[in-house]
């Protein structure tokens, strides 16, 4: 499906929401360095847990509001709050007065705002693309998230050190900028039928989406998908808390390469932000690629396949401390995330009902909202592990995240294969 025959929703989306993503990456990959030299590792590590857990329930709550209010109106309002959010974190970075404590309550309260904004999102796509397209529409957005991944980092670079409120600065406007557009030039796509009149009490309505998510997490094959999820998440999520502290502590300054008299030198942060963009670069240059090559082979092979890799990617790079060596290894995980990024989605709107696209999509955002608040556990490790049975520790429960998978494709197919005998 190309482009220009996409729903005009999308076309707006894929370009506004690019323009936010670089701003958002150009200071995002370098938080986990930001605080933990403000807090220490081990505080840090407990901070981002508190801090994602809020975000689990924000997600939650985004998904049901998107199916009882809409899909615009919930990503107009997280945009607008978000920009809001950055313009407050700018100003506690500023060079009048710096607080990293009202930093960190700004970088939760931008989290919640995400976990209210995705849900909405993707079950947009949902909403106006044909099954048999959405992988490509899927993936064509995770590579427009991928390029900003490689140029963000890059600018990043240069500019976080001594310009963080201008970073900050930047992102508050771009994500302004975006709810303007959505605003004006969105249209709503939920089935009418779906929007209800809210006249409840707080209390019915809490009552009632505790209702609808026990009944997602009483379909198995979800449950599991989400287990599994948030068990591989532990890996993947490393590129932006573990893997930036590991470079900074324990890579010296190695020459890349060299020529005549000209040679390229890194220190651990320099490796750092080159190990993010190679992982933009590479996603921004073969998603659609490796999407439609996953395409021919069964989403069972796909899924156990790539949480493997993953778990033998997070295994080298915690044994090397080589630059050539950590490339290798980032080359082989970003593989591992490619198999699954156009596949996943798809997925998930196999399993979900239309009265509840919204909900299911939300409900499977907890394999990243659950796995992120786990995920700086990993941080507090190293002080009580050390490096090397940590990033074990993640490998393992990579392998037990395939462990899952298996589990859970048995009883995916046993299902089809009894409906598809009583229709």
């Known amino acids: 499906m190309k482009i220009r025959q996409w729903d005009r929703n999308l076309k707006i989306r894929l370009f506004g929401e690019a323009l936010f993503n670089i701003t958002f990456w150009m200071f995002f990959p370098f938080m986990a360095i930001y605080f933990t030299e403000a ?49 407050l974190f700018a100003l506690a970075s500023s060079p009048w007065w710096t607080s990293p404590v009202a930093g960190f309550f700004c970088f939760t309260l931008a989290s919640i705002c995400s976990s209210l904004y995705w849900p909405a999102s993707q079950a947009m796509v949902v909403d106006v693309v044909p099954e048999e397209h959405r992988s490509s529409v899927f993936a064509l957005f995770y590579t427009s998230i991928n390029i900003a991944v490689v140029v963000g980092p890059i600018i990043g670079g240069m500019f976080y050190e001594h310009h963080l409120f201008a970073l900050l600065l930047a992102a508050s406007f771009s994500c302004l900028l ?19 009149q809210q006249n409840k009490k707080w209390y019915e309505f809490i009552r009632e989406q505790i209702q609808q998510y026990g009944i997602i997490m009483r379909d198995r094959t979800f449950l599991l998908f989400v287990v ?61 690629i490796v999407t439609r090559w996953m395409e021919r082979y069964r989403d069972r092979t796909v899924f156990i396949g790539s949480s493997v890799l993953y778990g033998l990617s997070i295994l080298f790079i915690g044994q090397t401390t ?48 659950i796995g992120r608040a786990l995920a700086p556990f990993s941080i507090a490790a190293t002080i009580w592990f050390g490096y090397q049975w940590t990033f074990l520790l993640l490998g393992v429960l990579a392998f037990m995240s395939a462990a899952l998978y298996f589990v859970m494709f048995r009883i995916f197919e046993k299902e089809r294969h009894v409906q598809a005998k009583s229709a």
């Open 39 to 87: 807090f220490g590792k081990e505080k840090t590590g407990l901070l981002l847990i508190v801090s994602q857990l809020f975000s689990v329930v924000a997600s939650l709550i985004g998904g049901y509001l998107a199916d009882q209010f809409g899909r615009k109106r919930m990503m107009v309002l997280a945009a607008y709050s978000q920009g809001v959010v950055f313009f």
């Open 178 to 196: 975006l709810a303007i557009v959505l605003t004006k030039a969105l249209r709503e796509t939920v089935p009418a039928q779906l929007i209800q």
């Open 228 to 288: 599994a999820g948030i068990l591989v998440a532990q890996t993947f999520m490393q590129l932006d808390l573990l893997i930036p502290v590991y470079t900074k502590d324990v890579v010296d300054q190695q020459t890349l390469f060299s020529f005549s008299d000209w040679s390229v030198t890194l220190s651990g942060e320099k490796l750092f932000g080159m190990l993010v963009s190679e992982n933009g670069l590479l996603v921004a240059l073969f998603t659609v």
């Open 322 to 369: 080589s630059v050539w060596g950590m490339i290798c290894s980032v080359a082989l995980f970003t593989f591992a995330e490619l198999m699954t990024a156009g596949i996943q989605q798809t997925f998930i709107s196999k399993l979900a009902p239309e009265e509840m696209r919204g909900q299911y999509f939300a409900a499977a955002s907890l394999r990243w909202t």
